[in-house]
């Protein structure tokens, strides 16, 4: 392949010049951009843009050039086409705007020389506009349109019934939360006392038995 190269360069010198897309593709009524690079000594070389002829001209312009620069111009428009050469970057920029079917095809973007121009082929494609359209609106007049105002729902609130009843129902279960804790502390302290009586009660009958036996003991 590399070897194929080569002899094709060697036979056509230049035929690599000019680079860029092999195809395009446009929408109808938009644009198009195409970016054509060359290779350095060739900036003060007009850059143009044309068709491509018929098969029995390939690779020539059919009608002349659509659009091109000059020495002095390195931008210009002309009708629909405009063309823009970077000569830092070594890039012309070719723009087709307002696209019809009809402007589907080959293109040539190349660089004006004395002898052969070097060319580079970019097919363009156009796309119809494929946006619905309703068969009624297109034979009848629309009528106005009129607007209505848009409500916006307010979140539910909760009702007061609801609330109140919540309230209600918090307010009587803390009273008697409140009530049950006092009695058990109540309870408490209740069995505290009797365990302390039941204490006391048990230490002097004890007391008493033992004065008694003291007594007995001694009259005998």
């Known amino acids: 392949m590399k070897l194929f190269s080569v002899l094709l360069w060697s036979l056509f010198p230049g035929c690599w010049a000019v680079t860029g897309p092999r195809s395009v593709r446009g929408r109808l009524g938009g644009s198009v951009t195409v970016e054509c690079g ?5 900036e003060e070389n007009s850059k143009f843009w044309c068709r491509e002829g018929t098969w029995l001209a390939t690779r020539r312009c059919s ?21 823009r050469d970077n000569r830092t970057r070594r890039v012309f920029t070719v723009t087709m705007e307002n696209l019809t079917l009809a402007d589907a095809g080959t293109y040539l973007c190349g660089v004006d020389m004395t002898a052969i121009d070097r060319r580079h082929t970019v097919s363009v494609s ?7 359209r309703s068969p009624i609106t297109d034979v009848l007049p629309q009528s106005p349109t009129i ?8 979140p539910d609130s909760p009702s007061p019934t609801t609330t109140e009843s919540r309230f209600s129902s918090n307010a009587d279960t803390t009273p008697t939360r409140f ?3 006092i009695l058990l502390l109540f309870l408490s302290k209740g069995l505290v006392f009797l365990g302390i009586v039941c204490a006391a009660t048990c230490g002097s009958v004890r007391y008493r038995n033992s004065c008694r036996e003291k007594v007995s003991r001694q009259t005998q």
């Not at 060359?38 to 060739?42: F, L, M």
């Not at 111009?73 to 002309?78: G, H, K, L, Y």
């Not at 607007?147 to 307010?154: L, Y």
């Open 38 to 42: 060359y290779e350095k000594g060739y």
């Open 147 to 154: 607007e209505t105002p848009q409500i916006t729902k307010q």
């Open 126 to 132: 156009v796309s119809p506009d494929v946006s619905p």
């Open 63 to 83: 009608d002349g050039h659509l659009v091109e620069t000059t020495e002095r111009e390195a931008e210009v428009t002309q009708g629909r086409f405009s063309i």
């Open 179 to 181: 009530t049950v804790l």
